[in-house]
């Protein structure tokens, strides 16, 4: 979907400030987010495309001003709520109590289905040949779903050549919507800055991984 989390090559965000030394948490709130996540992950509640997804699914105020895992925590209660795991009628009862300085009866415990057995990851065998090799010249496709994509829309029109291919992969525009896995080949390929972003760009080159059907022969 074309939504403000698509950021790649705008214009306007000023320089992308680097922290030296950064930790891996700036509070510990976030490192509780970063363990739910794995939590609704491993019990099935909700995949890394669907995750992905209700993060692009926030209005873009609070997707610019959130912050990095503020994001993460606003995509899971909006598929906490969506599962029924815990309802937004919940959350917003328990955050009213605690800014009125209540006492907190215990949370119930999160009827959530047993651990998933550790796989391949996203890998997934394909008996068809991929349809393009390395060196092929390929254009990305003018696609703009409604839904999840892994398709950039600074690429979208734009021709490249593939660098590598890495076998199939789940498909995350079917994964996100509880469409199945509908593996695809998944391939790296380079694009030159000024095919992307014109004449004045850097000369230099990106590197996408793409799949298959975001692709066609040049």
Known sequence: MNGIHDLGGMHGFGSVEREADEPLFHAPWEGRV?????LLLARGVTNVDAFRHGIERLDPATYLTAGYYGRWLASMETLCDEAGVVRRSELRARMQALSEGSRLAPA????????AAAGDGYRRPLEEAPRFGAGDRVRARNLNPP???RLPRYVRSRSGCVSKLHGGFVFP???AHG??????HLYTVRFE???LWGTEAEPGFVHLDLFE???EPV
Do not use: C, N
């Not at 119930?108 to 651990?115: E, H, Q, V, Y």
């Open 108 to 115: 119930r415990p999160l009827d959530l289905p047993p651990a």
């Open 173 to 175: 525009d079917s994964h």
């Open 147 to 149: 839904g999840h994509t």
């Open 213 to 215: 059907s975001y692709l």
């Open 179 to 184: 469409g199945g896995e509908q593996p695809q």
């Open 34 to 38: 970063f363990a739910l996540l794995g």
């Open 193 to 195: 800055t000024r095919e």
